[in-house]
């Protein structure tokens, strides 16, 4: 899959709407009871942005932006400001905020988590990781949000870290609409969003 680590301006998404989707097969039996079951084992989220647009040169922008990721071909990052730190919303990510693993003495790559969320973009130089409360140097691969410790920690230590992240996405239609309402402004019709899996 094809990704370009680039975000989406933040001033191209406000007022966007969005949220997440489960897919849940049901299968009604003939006894009138149900059976129900997942294929997807985390949620996948879905944005429309550009609606609140007005100004000619931010729609141009979201175009331009657009045609560079060829539509839906090239994915990106996406800030979701509903849900982009590891703490509680309007907190300032620390060091404790989510569990990431525990020590064994010889592991020293850790998975960026949120609860039982994965996260893969995090925001470079936003990152801080822990060894039992202590804050230790890590190595912060942005591209997957795998972090690095110099040494493996030791059995049993909880490894935890706070950091900002980005949504990794993909325009969910192959066409943007505008309309022109006078010489300085227009209207956008919502351009949707879907995250891809990286």
Do not use: Y
């Not at 569990?99 to 801080?128: H, M, N």
């Amino acid at each position: 899959m094809s990704f370009h680590e680039i975000s989406l301006p933040a001033r191209l998404a406000f007022g966007s709407t969005g949220g997440v989707e489960r897919r849940t097969e049901v299968v009604t039996l003939a006894s009138g009871f149900e059976r129900r079951s997942t294929p997807w084992a985390e949620g996948r989220r879905r944005w429309l942005i550009g609606a609140n647009l007005r100004s000619l040169a931010d729609m141009a922008e979201l175009v331009a932006f657009f045609e560079a990721r060829a539509g839906r071909l090239h994915g990106f990052r996406f800030r979701d400001f509903m849900d982009f730190r590891s703490c509680a919303p309007g907190g300032e990510p620390a060091a404790t905020d989510q569990a990431i693993g525990t020590g064994d003495g010889e592991t020293v790559a850790f998975q960026l988590t949120k609860g039982a969320r994965v996260i893969r973009k995090p925001a470079p130089g936003s990152v801080v990781v822990a060894v039992d409360g202590a804050v230790v140097a890590a190595e912060v691969d942005a591209a997957t949000g795998v972090v690095t410790l110099a040494e493996a920690p030791a059995e049993g230590a909880a490894v935890t870290a706070g950091f900002l992240f980005d949504v990794p996405v993909r325009f969910d239609a192959d066409r943007i609409d505008v309309t022109l309402e006078s010489f300085d402004a227009g209207r956008m019709a919502a351009v949707p969003l879907a995250e891809v899996r990286v």
